[in-house]
């Protein structure tokens, strides 16, 4: 199985921080890299994926990089609205494993 | 609206059985492959199995293997989850998750508001 690990595993920044969250994979996954969004009670939102790509209505604030076993998700400049948990997940093999999550917390 | 919308979440004692369901809306329901994803309280996500389009492909997670099966009736736009055999540590908000293609890459792009399993005597 494909080991997905995330630093930090929590995060305290403030309004108008650049944030950045790494991602690695236990071994290349190429760029089948997807990150998520959950806020508290709610179920989690697509930003990125395949490494890259900005899903449609998702903020140009947040960005993602990386191939083969690291990948980061950075926000440019850190909204109220932000502050939540963040996964990544790999698609390349099953199972199709998600990191432990970024706690991202107002400073 | 283009939803999924996760129904038969309930407390079971252990050892018992549940049946999930997931009903889809607002899209081609029987163009799109599906996952079961859970995330147990207070606790991170959990991929636990996938289903094709067409049902013929199906995958799961060594956590469920043989004891839970994925299903879907395309022309009732439903996908389900058969629980059996359940354990303390199923206990988990169940979502069902569409998957999005890009390229060869896929994603999920739509998610359920969960529903919630207790296993617990």
């Known amino acids: 199985d494909i080991q997905m690990t995330q630093s930090p595993s929590s995060l305290s920044a403030s309004v108008g921080d650049r944030v950045t969250i790494t991602c690695r994979a236990s071994?290349?996954?190429?760029?089948?890299l997807n990150w998520y969004q959950q806020k508290p009670g709610k179920a989690p939102n697509l930003l990125i994926y395949?490494?890259?790509r900005l899903q449609s209505g998702v903020p140009s604030r947040f960005s993602g990089s990386g191939s083969g076993t690291d990948f980061t998700l950075t926000i440019s400049t850190l909204q109220p609205e932000d502050f939540a948990t963040y996964y990544c997940q790999q698609s390349y093999s099953t199972p199709y494993t998600f990191g432990q999550g970024t706690k991202l917390e107002i400073k | 609206e283009v939803q999924v919308v996760e129904s038969g979440g309930d407390l079971v004692q252990p050892g018992g059985s549940l049946r999930l369901s997931c009903a889809a809306s607002?899209?081609?329901?029987?163009?799109?492959?599906v996952n079961w994803v859970r995330q147990a309280p207070g606790k991170g996500l959990e991929w636990i199995s996938y289903i094709s389009s067409s049902g013929f492909t199906i995958y799961y997670a060594d956590s469920v293997k043989g004891r839970f099966t994925i299903s879907r009736d395309n022309a009732k736009n439903s996908l389900y989850l058969q629980m059996n055999s359940l354990r303390d540590e199923d206990t988990a908000v169940y979502y069902c998750a569409r998957v999005g293609v890009w390229d060869l890459s896929w994603y999920i792009d739509l998610w359920g508001r969960g529903t919630l399993v207790t296993v617990s005597s």
């Open positions: 395949a490494a890259s």
């Open positions: 071994q290349s996954i190429s760029s089948y």
């Open positions: 607002g899209f081609t329901f029987s163009s799109y492959e």
